[in-house]
């Protein structure tokens, strides 16, 4: 699987590795969550938002910094195409601390897959790769063929 | 059904029925008087309960995930995805009651305040869950045209 990642999804990912103290595992957890699991797993890893064809939308619980378990961790919001074997990366949030936020909005599903298609039209999406050497995750931004 | 030849029937029944059994009540909180009488080890088996009792909502969450997947068929489904919806809010409140009666324990407070933690969150969960099924399994005239808008922008 391709893991790509919109602007809007990067922006939201830095800020929350700036918050070091609170959110600093985010790159383990994050990795942890999806490096290493097949096309089937990622297919029908979350909670199904939405389904149509050979798209996949989901919310993707990820563990906490805190050793509280997924409740307290993060949440992505995503979308795979079966056909293309991309995984769209659309949004983060935390469910405690400073940036946290109680739930998703179906309707914010809507600006974020307009994002992805613009985006992926002008080939500016970000391709995501596991760094399991440096422990990082690299998000950078390169001309992508629309598939 | 799904992948792994699952139904929505046995899935969500599964859910129904240990709920109903009370295996996903949370552990009891030891007041004062009972903590002073334990000994130090069956101290740490009731906090050894309570990670085993997070692991379990941890893992229902992870069925929760699997059964969002289904869609809503026929009338039996119908009535099956009710009861679902209605034993996800009997557990939640069943465990904020539990949570308020500890949470009013100040010897609780001081001494349980991660298992009070973790008891909130999981509470949280459930009403997220609960929302998000409802939506699922029985969309609003709203819910079906973001989904017809929402097909548009693949």
């Given at each position: 699987?391709?893991?790509?990642?919109?602007e809007?999804?990067?922006?939201?990912?830095?800020?929350?590795?700036?918050?070091?103290?609170?959110?600093?595992?985010?790159?383990?957890?994050?990795?942890?969550?999806?490096?290493?699991?097949?096309?089937?797993?990622?297919?029908?890893?979350?909670?199904?938002?939405?389904?149509?064809?050979?798209?996949?939308?989901?919310?993707?619980?990820?563990?906490?910094?805190?050793?509280?378990?997924?409740?307290?961790?993060?949440?992505?919001?995503?979308?795979?195409?079966?056909?293309?074997?991309?995984?769209?990366?659309?949004?983060?949030?935390?469910?405690?601390?400073?940036?946290?936020?109680?739930?998703?909005?179906?309707?914010?599903?809507?600006?974020?897959?307009?994002?992805?298609?613009?985006e992926?039209?002008a080939g500016t999406l970000f391709?995501?790769?596991?760094?399991?050497?440096?422990?990082?995750?690299?998000?950078?931004q390169?001309?992508?063929?629309?598939? | 059904?799904?992948?792994?030849?699952?139904?929505?029937?046995?899935?969500?029944?599964?859910?129904?029925?240990?709920?109903?059994?009370?295996?996903?009540?949370?552990?009891?909180?030891?007041?004062?008087?009972?903590?002073?009488?334990?000994?130090?080890?069956?101290?740490?088996?009731?906090?050894?309960?309570?990670?085993?009792?997070?692991?379990?909502?941890?893992?229902?969450?992870?069925?929760?995930?699997?059964?969002?997947?289904?869609?809503?068929?026929?009338?039996?489904?119908?009535?099956?995805?009710?009861?679902?919806?209605?034993?996800?809010?009997?557990?939640?409140?069943?465990?904020?009651?539990?949570?308020?009666?500890?949470?009013?324990?100040?010897?609780?407070?001081?001494?349980?305040?991660?298992?009070?933690?973790?008891?909130?969150?999981?509470?949280?969960?459930?009403?997220?869950?609960?929302?998000?099924?409802?939506?699922?399994?029985?969309?609003?005239?709203?819910?079906?045209?973001?989904?017809?808008?929402?097909?548009?922008?693949?």
């Open positions: 699987m391709e893991f790509l990642a919109t809007h999804f990067v922006y939201r990912y830095r800020l929350l590795l700036k918050k070091r103290k609170q959110y600093g595992c985010i790159d383990q957890n994050f990795r942890d969550q999806f490096a290493d699991a097949g096309n089937e797993t990622l297919w029908n890893m979350g909670y199904q938002l939405f389904l149509k064809g050979m798209f996949r939308s989901a919310k993707v619980r990820i563990k906490s910094c805190s050793g509280h378990g997924d409740s307290s961790g993060f949440r992505v919001i995503s979308l795979v195409n079966k056909e293309t074997n991309r995984y769209y990366f659309l949004d983060i949030y935390p469910k405690t601390g400073k940036y946290a936020q109680a739930s998703f909005d179906k309707q914010e599903l809507k600006e974020f897959l307009i994002e992805r298609k613009e992926e039209e391709s995501v790769e596991f760094d399991f050497e440096e422990e990082l995750v690299h998000m950078v390169k001309k992508l063929v629309s598939k | 059904m799904n992948a792994t030849g699952t139904t929505f029937k046995e899935a969500a029944s599964d859910v129904i029925v240990n709920a109903n059994s009370g295996n996903y009540n949370a552990p009891a909180v030891l007041t004062k008087e009972e903590k002073m009488n334990h000994l130090l080890d069956e101290i740490s088996s009731t906090n050894r309960e309570w990670r085993a009792w997070h692991k379990m909502m941890l893992d229902l969450f992870k069925e929760f995930d699997q059964i969002s997947n289904y869609s809503i068929e026929d009338e039996e489904d119908e009535k099956i995805a009710r009861d679902f919806i209605d034993t996800i809010q009997n557990l939640y409140k069943r465990l904020a009651a539990s949570f308020s009666k500890y949470s009013k324990m100040k010897f609780v407070q001081q001494t349980s305040g991660k298992c009070l933690e973790d008891m909130r969150l999981i509470i949280k969960d459930f009403r997220e869950y609960q929302e998000d099924f409802k939506s699922s399994f029985f969309p609003t005239k709203e819910d079906k045209e973001l989904e017809e808008e929402l097909a548009g922008l693949l």
